[in-house]
């Protein structure tokens, strides 16, 4: 179902054990996966020590972004849920001293975001 729901624009739990292999040239020595999410092809990592976004583009996937946030650097969050008309659930994170959102991501009409949210929620009153 984590493969469907990734088609659909859901997130859904990524492997932890599997990204550590994808992503070990990015993480420090130190630092430890511990939780992801899977939203087509791009991914919400959260380590131990920041939030990463994984933006997978073009045709074929080769082309990535990493994008690093220090938790301590984000300063707000919002989720805007979908509605009767609009499908299209929102997550927008400020980072700090901007006055619009530095990143934005698209959730279909699931409860995904939630989880996503709660996390991002954790991860950032521990910073």
């Known amino acids: 179902m984590g493969f469907l729901n990734g088609l659909m624009g859901n997130a859904s739990a990524a492997d932890v054990k599997e990204l550590e ?23 919400i990592v959260f380590t131990d020590l920041r939030l990463i976004l994984v933006d997978k583009q073009g045709l074929t996937g080769k082309k990535v972004e990493y994008l690093s946030v220090p938790y301590k650097s984000i300063s707000r969050f919002s989720i805007e849920t979908a509605g009767h008309f609009d499908l299209d659930a929102e997550l927008k994170i400020w980072i700090s001293g901007a006055e619009l959102p530095a990143i934005s991501k698209q959730f279909k009409k699931d409860s995904s975001i939630y989880e996503v949210q709660k996390a991002l929620a954790s991860y950032v009153a521990k910073a």
Do not use: C, F, S, V
């Not at 990015?26 to 092809?41: D, P, S, V």
């Open 21 to 43: 292999k994808e992503l070990n040239k990015i993480i420090g020595t130190n630092e430890q996966i511990e939780l992801a999410y899977k939203l087509i092809r791009d991914l």
